[in-house]
Nanobody, 120 residues
Framework: QVQLVESGGGLVQAGGSLRLSCAASGSIFRINDMGWYRQAPGHQRELVATITGGGSTNYADSVKGRFTISRDSAKNTVFLQMNSLKPEDTAVYYC??????????????WGQGTLVTVSS
């Protein structure tokens, strides 16, 4: 089994910053892509940012220039640095990973989510 545990959410004023972390643990052979998604009340889950095993990144247009995704592959951890936060960034943020277990089984896993609230 592989698990993802997120941390770093909370309440911040508009214009502020937060850093989310997501650590993978368990029977991991290799983690390929990792990413962050978010879901605001009454909205569908949407992509925020992804990062490949090689470090290539992709961002939603709404967060480009404000958010930065990075990873520490040695620690199976992905980060999301969020700057210049806006009230519309308020959502539950979910970590996602595409990984292979030590039995070479492919898994697509999600964390439990961490709430980010940006006040105006």
């Amino acid at each position: 089994q592989v698990q993802l545990v997120e941390s770093g959410g909370g309440l911040v004023q508009a214009g502020g910053s937060l850093r989310l972390s997501c650590a993978a643990s368990g029977s991991i052979f290799r983690i390929n892509d990792m990413g962050w998604y978010r879901q605001a009340p009454g909205h569908q889950r949407e992509l925020v940012a992804t990062i490949t095993g090689g470090g290539s990144t992709n961002y939603a247009d709404s967060v480009k220039g404000r958010f930065t995704i990075s990873r520490d592959s040695a620690k199976n951890t992905v980060f999301l640095q969020m700057n210049s936060l806006k009230p519309e960034d308020t959502a539950v943020y979910y970590c996602n990973a595409a990984a292979y277990t030590i039995s070479r089984t492919y898994v697509d896993i999600w964390g439990q989510g961490t709430l980010v609230t940006v006040s105006s």
